[in-house]
């Protein structure tokens, strides 16, 4: 059973997302809140699997909520999805930075949403690879780059497999493409997470960019 905390400061929204997720039989609202610091609390209360978090909320906002869950090592079996009306915008980059595992666009079609919810809670990142490895690396590209203090911890299989996680590769893909096993592509990954302090796959792909470890058109650069 996936346990899923719904925040978002209109009651409308949240019950519509309650009434389709409790429609499939592996899916539990555990919890509503409408703003941040109340999705918060139930957050570190509830220690829900999957917690759906507008980005825009008056008060203590999604961003900054994703970034406190982020921040305690208690919650780190809490995946933050961002909910959001635009698309990829500025906000949900900034979320994405701050520990989020993805993001999702309110009218989603439903599948598309339980689809989400499972890829969330297996801690997968849920971000569409050919639309948003082009949006990260734009809002990357406009600010200045932060020293990737990171990058010398890892080997240089350990580069080359998070460049190829930030083409939207998976681990049976990157396993192919370095003629490696999946297990050991796994476990590279792993490695690299750990490393980086990353929560998750989507903050591995932030970090790629940001590090220079690929490219704004998602290559290895000089490759």
Known sequence: MIRILLVDDQPLI????RALLEAEDDLEVVGEAGDGAGGLALARELLPDVALFDVQMPGMDGIEATRRIAADPRLSGVHVVILTNY????????????????????DTEPDDLLHGIHVAARGEALLSPAVTRRLIAEFVSRRPRPAAAGVGRLTEREREVTA????GLSNDEIAAH?????????????????KLHARDRAQLVVFAYQSGLVGPDGGRPGR
């Open 178 to 194: 370095l003629v490696i096993s999946p297990a050991t592509a796994k476990t590279h990954v792993s490695r690299a997470m750990t």
């Open 87 to 106: 698309g990829f915008d500025e906000y949900v980059y900034e979320a994405l930075c701050a520990g989020a595992t993805g993001f999702l666009i309110k």
């Open 164 to 167: 190829l996680a930030a083409q």
């Open 14 to 17: 949240r019950a519509g997302f």
